[in-house]
Nanobody, 124 residues
């Protein structure tokens, strides 16, 4: 049974930092991603990483502020979020899929497995 369990969300002031974690179990996927969903909006791609090769890709809105990484030994994917802005406020989902490349990894609804999400709230 595949499980993706997020943790690390919370409330911070603008300019602050949070580190999200995603503990994966059940099987290993080629690609893990973080997808956000703000109230009343569609799900948006944030970042993705390949499990074997260390390939990463980011949404333009988070480049230079967020860093995705993984610990294969612990089957865990991380999202370090720095210089947070109020517009980053959303539920952040960990998601997994089979192989993708380039912009193909940035389509949220092509991820087949999802965690329950963790709330990130950034106040001004």
């Amino acid at each position: 049974q595949v499980q993706l369990v997020e943790s690390g969300g919370g409330s911070v002031q603008a300019g602050g930092s949070l580190r999200l974690s995603c503990a994966a179990s059940g099987r290993t996927f080629d690609t893990y991603g973080w997808i956000s969903q703000a109230p009343g909006k569609d799900r948006e791609f944030v970042a993705a990483i390949s499990w074997s090769g260390g390939y990463t890709t980011y949404a333009d809105s988070v480049k230079g502020r967020f860093t995705i990484s993984r610990d294969n030994g612990k089957n865990t994917v991380f999202l370090q979020m720095n210089s947070l802005k109020p517009e980053d406020t959303a539920v952040y989902y960990c998601a997994a899929r089979d192989y993708c490349s380039g912009y193909g990894c940035q389509r949220p609804y092509e991820y087949g497995y999802w965690g329950q999400g963790t709330q990130v709230t950034v106040s001004s």
